[in-house]
């Protein structure tokens, strides 16, 4: 598995969100000075995570940007594959699967992938945004 930049930064960005969250918006400015994130290139970020649902933006002198649930209903998972799509290396799990019943010869090795897509996305997909939040205070 390999996480983007761009993944990179989305978590970051929703990891800064998830600490301001439920008392106010954050602007992108902010974030990007505080997160080190080209603004230009968070724009971009932020748009994807609202078209999936996952932050929403405010208008006005108060505005910017808000998670749309609780920082502990939004998984790592969730915010990387909206990102970067799928977790596993060659295809999502239904595809590798399939390549571990349908190419005899190297199922073992589809099997691997298919192992450590699944360690993976456990983990992401348990980890919320509070539990990052908790452990940076730690």
């Known amino acids: 598995m390999r996480i983007s930049s761009k993944g990179l930064y989305a978590l970051e960005a929703m990891t800064r969100l998830a600490r ?24 971009l970020i932020l748009l994807n995570l609202k078209n999936a649902r996952l932050v929403e933006s405010l208008r006005g002198a108060n505005g910017g940007y808000r998670l749309r649930r609780p920082p502990d209903k ?8 909206t990102i970067d799509g799928p977790l596993a290396p060659l295809g999502d799990a239904e595809s590798l699967k399939r390549l571990v019943k349908i190419d005899r010869k190297h199922s073992a090795l589809y099997q691997v992938f298919l192992d450590v897509r699944n360690a993976a996305a456990g983990i992401l997909d ?12 730690s």
């Open 126 to 137: 348990q980890t919320s945004l509070a539990d990052l939040c908790r452990t940076a205070r």
């Open 74 to 81: 939004i998984f790592l998972g969730e915010i990387i594959r």
């Open 20 to 43: 301001t969250y439920p008392d106010r918006a954050t602007k992108i400015h902010e974030i990007a000075t505080e997160e080190d994130i080209p603004e230009k290139f968070l724009e």
